[in-house]
C-alpha cells in the first residue's frame, strides 16, 4: 500500500541556518504530496502542496518540489527562525481521490537562538 | 476561515466507562470528517472517515463497535471510545473537508485521552 517515510528527528537547528527534511513515498498512480506543520499545542496546518510531478510547492519560505523519478518531497527553507520550531509532516493523498491522507512519522525542528 | 474545533481538549477516565470526543467545524459545512490517532511520536494513524448522515468508513484494524462515530450535521461528528481501556489512551485528531475538487483538509488541536 501507499506509505510515507520521513527523517528521522529532532532536528536542531541554529537561527539562520539552512533546512532539509526529507520525504520520500510510495504509491501508485499519481498521488498529490503535502507538507503540514504541528506548533506546541496546536493542530496541523497545511504548510505547502503538490499536485503533479515537477510541481513547487512554497510557502513561509518553505519550499518543496515533487520529484516522481526519486519519489521525493524534500522540504527546505533557506533561513530557519526560532519560531519554525514544531513538528513537520509530510503526506501524501493517493489518486483514488478518497480524500484519505496518508502521514510519514513527523520530523521535530528545534530552532535555538 | 476553516476553523476546527475539538472538545474536550483533555480528559481522563477510569477504565470500562466511554468517552464522546467531539469535533466541530466553527466556520465551514464539512461534508467529510476523518478521525485520526496519534501515538507520542509516531505519525497520524487513520480510524475512519465519516460523511454526514451515513455509516462512517472504518480503516483496517479499527474496531468499529469500540471506536463510535456519529456525523449527526454538517459541523458535527463525534467519536465514542466505548469501554475504555488503559491501551485506548492516546491522542485523538480529527480533521474536515468542504469536499470538492480542492478536498483539503482542515484539522482540530486534538484530544489528549489517559484512561486509568
Known amino acids: 500500500g501507499d506509505s510515507v517515510t520521513q527523517m528521522e528527528g529532532p532536528v536542531t537547528l541554529s537561527e539562520e541556518a539552512f533546512l532539509t527534511i526529507n520525504c520520500t513515498y510510495t504509491?501508485?498512480?499519481?498521488?498529490?504530496l503535502f507538507w503540514y506543520v504541528q506548533y506546541p499545542g496546536e493542530g496541523l496546518q497545511l504548510l505547502l502542496k503538490?499536485?503533479?510531478?515537477?510541481d513547487k510547492g512554497s510557502n513561509k519560505g518553505f519550499e518543496a518540489t515533487y520529484r516522481k523519478e526519486t519519489t521525493s518531497f524534500h522540504l527546505e527553507k533557506g533561513s530557519v527562525q526560532v519560531s519554525d520550531s514544531a513538528v513537520y509532516f509530510c503526506a501524501l493523498s493517493g489518486s483514488s481521490n478518497t480524500g484519505k491522507l496518508i502521514f510519514g512519522q513527523g520530523t521535530t525542528l528545534q530552532v535555538k537562538p | 476561515g476553516a476553523v476546527v474545533s475539538q472538545h474536550p481538549s483533555w480528559v481522563i477516565c477510569k477504565s470500562g466507562t466511554s468517552v464522546k470526543i467531539e469535533c466541530r467545524s466553527l466556520?465551514?459545512?464539512?461534508?467529510?470528517m476523518f478521525w485520526y490517532r496519534q501515538f507520542p511520536k509516531q505519525s497520524l494513524m487513520l480510524m475512519a472517515t465519516s460523511n454526514e448522515g451515513s455509516k462512517a468508513t472504518y480503516e483496517q484494524g479499527v474496531e468499529k463497535d469500540k471506536f463510535l462515530i456519529n456525523h449527526a450535521s454538517l459541523t458535527l461528528s463525534t467519536l465514542t471510545v466505548t469501554s475504555a481501556h488503559p491501551e485506548d489512551s492516546s491522542f485523538y485528531i480529527c480533521?474536515?473537508?468542504?469536499?470538492?475538487?480542492?478536498?483539503?483538509?482542515?484539522f482540530g488541536p486534538g484530544t489528549r485521552l489517559t484512561v486509568l
Open positions: 504509491a501508485t498512480g499519481y498521488p498529490s
Open positions: 466556520d465551514f459545512q464539512a461534508t467529510t
Open positions: 503538490a499536485t503533479k510531478a515537477d
Open positions: 480533521s474536515a473537508s468542504k469536499g470538492g475538487v480542492n478536498n483539503e483538509q482542515f
